[in-house]
């Protein structure tokens, strides 16, 4: 059997779900202080190690860096099922299913 390799990179949509309540998540917080890190960061480098595109959105230069600094830590395989288990299905913004899909 012969598999198919498409090579689709698969983006974050609003990895920091836009400054809302995520990053106050107390499993965040506490991965994030065991790497000594901001949860933003945390949500990031689950990202990255995910293979997924990510593109945190910030006009604030220190921001900015923070959110380039992910690449001197990883999550183990136990603090990546921490943060899986906090998806609950829901949405910040549009459903990217059917964003752009004409009736």
Known sequence: MQTLTL????????????????L???TLRHIAQQHGK??????IRRHLQLGH????????????????AVFDFRLSHEEMRAIDAL?????????????????
């Open 24 to 26: 106050d998540e107390p």
């Open 87 to 103: 998806d609950n299905g829901g949405r910040i913004g549009p459903d990217p299913d059917t964003f752009n899909r004409r009736s």
């Open 7 to 22: 090579n689709i990179a698969t983006g974050a949509w609003s990895p920091l779900a836009q400054g809302g309540t995520l």
């Open 53 to 68: 595109v990510v593109t945190p959105r910030s006009m604030n230069p220190a921001r900015i860096t923070e959110n380039i």
């Open 38 to 43: 901001t949860p933003a960061q945390v949500v």
